[in-house]
């Protein structure tokens, strides 16, 4: 996790790279909004829609400079997640949890050790966590992630989950998604945002419906720490025989908008739509609706040569595990309809054009204590 090398600190590398294949000002924020659908065609057979506002600037998700610094300068603390998930990890039923996830101290003997260990970083904590979000969270248990399995099936990072990582877990009583989430982004984040309109109020209305789920995380870096708000729907077994994808309907809406946030200037990288595919069996797309963007080979790496258009990008574009992208370009929205693809083979359809490589742009899931709660983040540039 700490060799990701964050898309909002890159605008200059990004920069020299562009120069090469681009006319306009591209402009880079820190400030990003991401919607995405998750169908899992191969284990659990759910699809997970979901809209992450996420950020390095404690200005654009307001968490206090003092803990974000403290949480950051604790080497062995990997993430800080609070979620209304149900069961957000093995053990928790009907409650919410505040999570501090931390690196195992190799030196501690036995599971006491690495319990004691563990709660008393965490306890170093709680109190300023509880106060910051107006919660009462109270410790439940020390969970202890053994198997590494679902991180290399997908790729994850392990800041969550994964071998060598341990997760404090504190408790609170079950909140409605749809008054947690308007809690949650009035206090941190600014109205400027929030009057902004995008994908935020996209989530806003998403945040009613059946099965939706709030989770916050800060993810400490060396030098700053990624800020996330999430807001997840889970379509349980809506991926079964599912071929032909209208990937919005999962969002519950045929426009998405993006945040008149970024009106200012040219931020084709803010706001991005993306999905993942799991399948059992090798499979490709096809019957694509929208445009797919052609790319370049700059430095080793695949790259959008027209980030003015919209269109897809899909990395890659058949096996077990497919990625797509989906840009804006100059546009303020995007419909239903641009978006739409089928599963399976297809001869009629014209073979997709050159992919990005996914060290360019990848999108990370990180599942929970393997129960099925689902943060995504993005990787960002890495050269």
């Given at each position: 996790?700490?060799k990701?090398?964050?898309?909002?600190?890159?605008?200059?590398?990004?920069?020299?790279?562009?120069?090469?294949?681009?006319?306009?000002?591209?402009?880079l924020?820190?400030?990003?909004?991401?919607a995405?659908?998750?169908?899992d065609k191969?284990?659990?057979?759910?699809?997970?829609?979901?809209i992450?506002?996420?950020?390095?600037?404690?200005q654009?998700i307001k968490?206090?400079?003092?803990?974000?610094r403290?949480i950051?300068?604790d080497?062995?603390i990997?993430s800080?997640?609070m979620?209304?998930?149900?069961?957000?990890i093995?053990g928790?039923?009907?409650?919410?949890?505040?999570?501090i996830?931390v690196?195992?101290?190799?030196?501690?003997?036995?599971?006491?050790?690495?319990?004691?260990?563990?709660?008393?970083?965490?306890e170093?904590f709680?109190?300023?966590?509880?106060?910051?979000?107006?919660?009462?969270?109270?410790?439940?248990?020390?969970?202890?992630?053994s198997?590494?399995?679902?991180?290399?099936?997908?790729?994850t990072?392990?800041?969550v989950?994964?071998?060598?990582?341990?997760s404090?877990?504190?408790?609170?009583?079950?909140e409605?998604?749809?008054?947690?989430?308007?809690?949650?982004s009035?206090?941190?984040?600014?109205?400027?945002?929030r009057?902004?309109?995008g994908?935020?109020e996209t989530?806003?209305?998403?945040?009613?419906?059946?099965?939706?789920k709030?989770?916050?995380?800060?993810?400490?870096?060396?030098?700053?720490?990624?800020?996330?708000?999430?807001?997840?729907?889970?379509?349980?077994?809506?991926a079964?025989n599912?071929t032909?994808?209208?990937?919005?309907?999962?969002?519950?809406t045929d426009?998405?908008?993006?945040s008149?946030?970024?009106s200012?200037?040219?931020?084709?990288?803010n706001?991005i739509?993306?999905?993942?595919?799991?399948?059992a069996?090798?499979?490709?797309?096809?019957?694509?609706?929208?445009?797919i963007?052609?790319t370049?080979?700059?430095?080793?790496?695949k790259?959008?040569?027209?980030?003015?258009?919209k269109?897809?990008?899909?990395?890659?574009?058949k096996?077990?595990?497919?990625?797509?992208?989906?840009?804006?370009?100059?546009?303020?929205s995007?419909?239903?309809a641009?978006?739409?693809f089928?599963?399976?083979?297809?001869?009629?359809t014209?073979?997709?054009?050159?992919?990005?490589?996914e060290?360019?742009?990848?999108?990370?899931?990180?599942?929970?204590?393997g129960?099925?709660?689902?943060?995504?983040?993005?990787?960002g540039?890495?050269?």
């Amino acid at each position: 996790m700490q060799k990701i090398i964050m898309l909002f600190l890159l605008a200059g590398i990004f920069t020299i790279t562009t120069n090469y294949v681009f006319s306009q000002d591209i402009s880079l924020a820190t400030f990003q909004e991401t919607a995405q659908v998750f169908v899992d065609k191969n284990r659990s057979q759910d699809v997970i829609a979901s809209i992450t506002l996420q950020t390095t600037s404690i200005q654009e998700i307001k968490i206090p400079s003092e803990l974000e610094r403290k949480i950051r300068e604790d080497k062995r603390i990997t993430s800080v997640i609070m979620t209304n998930q149900q069961q957000c990890i093995l053990g928790v039923v009907d409650d919410s949890c505040i999570l501090i996830n931390v690196k195992r101290d190799l030196s501690d003997k036995g599971i006491i050790e690495i319990q004691d260990s563990t709660k008393a970083i965490a306890e170093l904590f709680i109190d300023e966590i509880n106060q910051t979000f107006d919660t009462n969270a109270q410790f439940h248990s020390v969970f202890l992630h053994s198997d590494d399995e679902i991180n290399r099936a997908l790729g994850t990072s392990g800041a969550v989950s994964g071998r060598g990582i341990v997760s404090a877990v504190y408790t609170m009583p079950m909140e409605d998604t749809g008054s947690m989430y308007e809690k949650i982004s009035a206090m941190l984040i600014p109205k400027e945002i929030r009057d902004s309109g995008g994908f935020y109020e996209t989530a806003k209305n998403l945040s009613t419906e059946d099965n939706a789920k709030v989770t916050f995380s800060i993810i400490p870096f060396n030098n700053t720490s990624l800020l996330q708000l999430k807001l997840s729907v889970k379509y349980p077994q809506a991926a079964l025989n599912l071929t032909k994808l209208v990937p919005l309907e999962f969002l519950g809406t045929d426009e998405l908008k993006r945040s008149e946030y970024f009106s200012s200037g040219f931020y084709p990288l803010n706001s991005i739509f993306q999905i993942v595919i799991l399948s059992a069996e090798p499979t490709t797309i096809s019957n694509v609706k929208g445009d797919i963007l052609p790319t370049r080979m700059v430095d080793g790496e695949k790259i959008p040569t027209e980030l003015d258009k919209k269109g897809w990008i899909f990395d890659p574009e058949k096996g077990e595990r497919i990625q797509g992208k989906f840009l804006f370009g100059k546009e303020t929205s995007i419909y239903g309809a641009d978006l739409v693809f089928s599963l399976g083979e297809d001869e009629s359809t014209q073979p997709i054009q050159t992919t990005f490589d996914e060290s360019f742009l990848i999108l990370v899931l990180i599942i929970i204590g393997g129960v099925g709660a689902a943060i995504f983040f993005l990787k960002g540039y890495k050269k």
